[in-house]
């Protein structure tokens, strides 16, 4: 089962590094120019594509990449000379610390809120809250960031409206440079989550083993939190790991927006300075985040749900 | 259908038509141009001349807007029409053809989630040039994973219904089944989606605009005017807020409209639907004395308030009960026979229920009791087992610690105390090996181990009274005896009192030492076991009896059953309730309600023409079997 899964996770991996190589390489756009600039003589621009290897055929070229990749080297920038894997390593912490946070948000809020929305199904509570929940299901992040900005740093000034303190640096600093990001980036997420809890915990509460739960006298408070909260974690614990693998790559408005030095933001400046290595080697962390953390969802469902773990 | 859709799916489709008539329109509106600067003075705040007011070069934001819809709605409908267009035939042969095509389609569709679809339509953008068609391109191929899995979930369910595999079996052409059949039900899926997915790109488009990706300036978008906009937020947030207000609610009116789209077709939802709450007023109970016996239940009433009127699932149910007895309740499904035990325990849901009557349990009147007191008695004092085992247990939690609850909760047991004592009473219930049962989960056990798991839970606290409804109707028929001899060894040794529901007549017979007979909730007959299975004077429970198979019977004798339906419990007949399936009914039981009366010592009935002698009974058997 493992193994099956783990040549799944290979192949995957395989796949999605081809395809944004290959991708890649077929837009528009020449390195060259980024390097040498717009007046450089043809002989000049050959000599670079000798020197970077660019023209050996594609498959060739990715071949070695992904040799190179295999032992750590993401390769080194054409723009800033700088080894990409140094750059990304230096860039993930902020953008975990990010999702961490912004998980920890979401998560805290949306499970009190789904236990009180499924508690009391259909009454005055519960509307008000399913109606919050879409509302801020359709808030676009950087509307909700703009909005907050406005609120928080502009008119209260409680909190600094962009820029980064590394958690080494100073811990308070830090966590108010976290917090607004983690809050915008946690709504959404808050939103989706206490929908998927209300629903499932509806349906697990007219279960035969909670009306027997009731039948021995157990309190309403204990029967929900310790009865009926677990088995209907399952779409919960699904949907934050999709949320963590997808927003690796989701962080990029976000940190654009709040001028955070992540992985989003290293994607966006290489984007516009056309340094590809960079972005291949961002594109690849993302995907193998992402193939990664739905395999830890899957160890973790087995500690939700006894029933899976005997498959 | 307007009224199942709601005015807030008619305001949110207001709403789009709204800004898509702005756009369209826009040129023809009496607008500043949007790139017309000093229209107004610069930053100026929203007025009659400038609704939205004006921004740092003096530009109409109003007019900004109106125009950065085209692009937002534009992006929006293209990249849903060209997912559709690509997904909905993937999708439709992967549910449809299944097999090959359906593993390759979603092999692809997999790799394509793990593929970082934002990062990716950045980089595509950046490097082919920012232009309305290359974001439209991009943001609908991408959109086409989403569609294709929505199409094949859609086709899969159609594909397999009746009518579908009818058409196939009956050769008709596969072209004619994708559009007769199928095609038209995937369409409202796909309607939902459509919205929901024009919300995406318009976020999407929102995304890449505010990163500078979309159309380029001068031609205003939404996410561009809001990047715009934050860089003058201190002095002039009006520049900022108006893009951003107009941007949600457009988002927001397609996720209502497909929201409500969905839940058109979605009968799970509607359930949770608020009803209305019906004051009605409490059942009187008739006057009676408190006895001094264990269990004592006086005219109990359950009605459950419905569309179509009141269901009167329990009628005015009386009954008694003592320590080391068996009351037997049998009869038809629906006949509120587990609704009685739900009453008595008050275990109701919510709501839309009215109970009436008294319990009493001791002497106290349970049905005075608070939440909180009633807690102090169930499990303590009353016990209950449910009829299948296979859902009675919680899935997640172990056997040892769904078995020491109770304990810890009522006994104030620690856990270690907890676990020695339900290892014992997990022995007490004849499971082999408990110290690994308190490990092991519901789903590692057989249907017969759950059930003795489920009894040793309702009897850890040395109840009173064990209800017991259908207890071994879900079981194999060898465990069946062994369970029931088990709660009866039980009952012994605690000294309880047992009450038991079946429909079986044979383990009625066996094991218990009264019988109440119930139809449509109320008490159609009542007394010692042998006495109602021998000499049954209600015509129904002749029928019950005769509708047992006997061993005696012959091989192809056609199994007797009970004529007609049972009743509609929201709309009952007039008079006895079984007259319209009693081959005995005379005139008066259409019209009178026949009360219950004892025709011996103990033995009470509620007919107007009650069976006599055995005599009869077999002759009427006789007369119904031809």
Same mark, same amino acid.
């Given at each position: 089962m493992i193994l099956h899964r783990l040549v799944r996770l290979a192949v995957v991996l395989l796949v999605v590094t081809f395809l944004s190589y290959v991708l890649l390489n077929l837009l528009p756009g020449d390195p060259t120019t980024q390097i040498l600039g717009l007046s450089a003589t043809e002989e000049a621009r050959a000599q670079l594509r000798q020197e970077l290897g660019l023209d050996q055929p594609l498959l060739i070229r990715y071949a070695a990449w992904l040799g190179d990749l295999l032992t750590g080297d993401f390769g080194t920038s054409y723009i800033t000379r700088l080894p990409v894997a140094e750059e990304l390593a230096e860039r993930l912490?902020?953008?975990?610390?990010?999702?961490?946070?912004?998980?920890?948000?979401?998560?805290? @809020?949306?499970?009190?809120?789904?236990?009180?929305?499924?508690?009391?199904?259909?009454?005055?509570?519960?509307?008000?809250?399913?109606?919050?929940?879409?509302?801020l299901l359709s808030t676009p992040v950087f509307v909700l960031g703009v909005l907050l900005i406005l609120v928080f740093a502009v008119t209260w000034r409680l909190l600094p409206a962009t820029g980064w303190?590394?958690?080494?640096?100073?811990?308070?600093?830090?966590?108010?440079?976290? @917090?607004?990001?983690?809050?915008?980036?946690?709504?959404?997420?808050?939103?989706?989550?206490?929908?998927?809890?209300?629903?499932?915990?509806?349906?697990?509460?007219?279960?035969?083993?909670?009306?027997?739960?009731?039948?021995?006298?157990?309190?309403?408070?204990?029967?929900?939190?310790?009865?009926?909260?677990?088995?209907?974690?399952?779409?919960?614990?699904?949907?934050?790991?999709?949320?963590?693998?997808?927003?690796?790559?989701?962080?990029?408005?976000?940190?654009?927006?709040?001028?955070?030095?992540?992985?989003?933001?290293?994607?966006?400046?290489?984007?516009?300075?056309?340094d590809y290595l960079t972005v291949q080697g961002s594109v690849v962390l993302i995907s193998v985040g992402y193939v990664l953390v739905n395999f830890a969802v899957d160890l973790v469902y087995a500690a939700v749900d006894p029933r899976i773990r005997r498959a | 259908m307007r009224r199942r859709l709601g005015p807030v799916f008619w305001i949110a489709a207001a709403w789009i038509t709204l800004v898509l008539a702005a756009a369209v329109?826009?040129?023809?509106?009496?607008?500043?141009?949007?790139?017309?600067?000093?229209?107004?003075?610069?930053?100026?705040?929203?007025?009659?001349?400038?609704?939205?007011?004006?921004?740092?070069?003096?530009?109409?934001?109003?007019?900004?807007?109106?125009?950065?819809?085209?692009?937002?709605?534009?992006?929006? %409908?293209?990249?849903?029409?060209?997912?559709?267009?690509?997904?909905?035939?993937?999708?439709?042969?992967?549910?449809?053809?299944?097999?090959?095509?359906?593993?390759?389609?979603?092999?692809?569709?997999?790799?394509?989630?793990?593929?970082?679809?934002?990062?990716?339509?950045?980089a595509v953008v950046a490097f082919a040039g920012a232009s309305l068609r290359n974001v439209l391109l991009v943001l609908g191929v991408l959109g086409v994973p989403a569609w294709t899995r929505?199409?094949?979930?859609?086709?899969?369910?159609?594909?397999?219904?009746?009518?579908?595999?009818?058409?196939?079996?009956?050769?008709?052409?596969?072209?004619? %089944?994708?559009?007769?059949?199928?095609?038209?039900?995937?369409?409202?899926?796909?309607?939902?989606?459509?919205f929901i997915g024009m919300a995406i790109a318009v976020v999407a488009e929102g995304s890449l605009a505010f990163l500078g990706l979309s159309v380029q300036a001068p031609t205003p978008t939404w996410g561009g005017l809001i990047n715009e906009g934050r860089t003058v937020m201190d002095n002039a947030p009006h520049v900022v807020l108006a893009p951003s207000i107009v941007m949600f609610l457009t988002v927001l009116s397609f996720n209502v409209v497909g929201d409500r789209l969905r839940a058109l077709t979605d009968v799970r939802e509607?359930?949770?639907?608020?009803?209305?709450?019906?004051?009605?007023?409490?059942?009187?109970?008739?006057?009676?004395? %408190?006895?001094?016996?264990?269990?004592?239940?006086?005219?109990?009433?359950?009605?459950?308030?419905?569309?179509?009127g009141t269901v009167k699932a329990v009628?005015?149910?009386?009954?008694?009960?003592?320590?080391?007895?068996?009351?037997?309740?049998?009869?038809?499904?629906?006949?509120?026979?587990?609704?009685? %035990?739900?009453?008595?325990?008050?275990?109701?849901?919510?709501?839309?229920?009215?109970?009436?009557?008294?319990?009493?349990?001791?002497?106290?009147?349970?049905?005075?009791?608070?939440?909180?007191?009633?807690?102090?008695?169930?499990?303590?004092?009353?016990?209950?087992?449910?009829?299948?085992?296979?859902?009675?247990?919680?899935?997640?939690?172990?056997?040892?610690?769904?078995?020491?609850?109770?304990?810890?909760?009522?006994?104030?047991?620690?856990?270690?105390?907890?676990?020695?004592?339900?290892?014992?009473?997990?022995?007490?219930?004849?499971?082999?090996?408990?110290?690994?049962?308190?490990?092991?989960?519901?789903?590692?056990?057989?249907?017969?181990?759950?059930?003795?798991?489920?009894?040793?839970?309702?009897?850890?606290?040395?109840?009173?009274?064990?209800?017991?409804?259908e207890p071994t109707t879900a079981l194999d028929v060898t465990i069946q005896d062994q369970v029931l001899r088990l709660v009866h060894r039980l009952r012994g040794e605690r000294d309880m009192a047992v009450l038991l529901v079946s429909h079986d007549l044979s383990v009625v017979a066996e094991w218990a030492d009264e019988v109440i007979v119930m139809y449509a909730g109320k008490v159609v007959e009542r007394g010692p076991t042998a006495e109602v299975l021998e000499r049954a004077r209600m015509p129904y429970t002749e029928a019950l009896l005769q509708a047992v198979p006997k061993l005696t019977d012959p091989a192809h004798h056609r199994l007797r059953v009970i004529t007609g339906r049972p009743p509609d419990l929201a709309a009952l007949p007039g008079g006895c309730a079984f007259h319209p399936r009693c081959p005995y009914a005379g005139d008066r039981c259409a019209v009178e309600e026949p009360p219950l009366v004892a025709g011996s010592a103990d033995h009470l009935y509620a007919c107007w023409h009650p069976r006599g002698a055995e005599a009869t009974i077999i002759e009427g058997a006789e007369t119904r079997g031809r």
């Open positions: 912490p902020v953008t975990l610390e990010l999702l961490v946070v912004a998980q920890a948000v979401a998560l805290g @809020l949306a499970i009190p809120v789904g236990v009180a929305a499924a508690r009391r199904a259909g009454r005055a509570l519960d509307q008000v809250l399913t109606a919050v929940s879409f509302a303190t590394p958690l080494s640096v100073d811990v308070g600093w830090n966590l108010t440079s976290v @917090l607004l990001p983690a809050v915008t980036l946690g709504c959404g997420q808050l939103a989706v989550y206490a929908r998927l809890l209300r629903t499932d915990l509806i349906a697990t509460l007219q279960e035969d083993y909670i009306t027997l739960a009731r039948a021995r006298g157990l309190s309403p408070r204990r029967i929900l939190w310790r009865h009926a909260l677990r088995p209907s974690a399952i779409s919960l614990v699904t949907a934050v790991g999709l949320n963590l693998g997808a927003l690796i790559g989701g962080t990029v408005i976000i940190e654009t927006l709040f001028g955070l030095p992540g992985v989003g933001r290293l994607i966006v400046d290489s984007i516009f300075s056309r | 329109l826009a040129d023809l509106l009496p607008l500043p141009r949007f790139d017309e600067t000093l229209a107004g003075p610069p930053q100026a705040g929203p007025s009659g001349a400038h609704p939205f007011g004006t921004d740092g070069l003096g530009r109409d934001v109003f007019s900004r807007v109106v125009y950065g819809a085209r692009v937002s709605l534009g992006v929006g %409908i293209g990249a849903v029409l060209l997912g559709l267009l690509i997904g909905a035939p993937l999708g439709i042969v992967a549910g449809y053809r299944r097999r090959a095509a359906d593993a390759l389609i979603m092999a692809v569709t997999d790799i394509a989630l793990a593929f970082p679809a934002l990062v990716f339509a950045l929505l199409i094949r979930g859609a086709t899969l369910s159609v594909a397999q219904r009746e009518f579908v595999l009818a058409a196939r079996a009956l050769g008709a052409r596969e072209r004619r %089944i994708l559009w007769r059949e199928i095609v038209p039900n995937v369409t409202v899926p796909a309607a939902s989606y459509a509607s359930g949770l639907e608020p009803v209305r709450q019906v004051t009605a007023a409490p059942l009187p109970a008739a006057t009676h004395a %408190i006895k001094a016996g264990l269990l004592q239940v006086e005219d109990l009433r359950t009605h459950f308030v419905v569309g179509r009628d005015g149910v009386s009954l008694t009960l003592e320590r080391g007895r068996t009351l037997a309740v049998v009869g038809e499904s629906g006949s509120g026979k587990s609704m009685l %035990i739900r009453s008595i325990l008050g275990l109701l849901p919510g709501g839309d229920v009215v109970r009436g009557g008294k319990v009493y349990l001791e002497g106290e009147d349970l049905t005075a009791f608070t939440p909180e007191q009633m807690r102090q008695v169930l499990g303590p004092r009353l016990a209950t087992v449910f009829q299948d085992p296979m859902t009675a247990l919680n899935p997640v939690r172990s056997i040892g610690t769904q078995v020491a609850e109770p304990l810890q909760v009522h006994r104030g047991m620690s856990r270690r105390q907890a676990l020695a004592e339900a290892v014992r009473l997990l022995a007490s219930v004849g499971i082999p090996d408990p110290e690994r049962m308190l490990r092991r989960y519901p789903h590692q056990l057989s249907g017969g181990m759950r059930q003795r798991v489920t009894i040793a839970m309702a009897l850890s606290c040395g109840p009173d009274v064990l209800f017991a409804d």
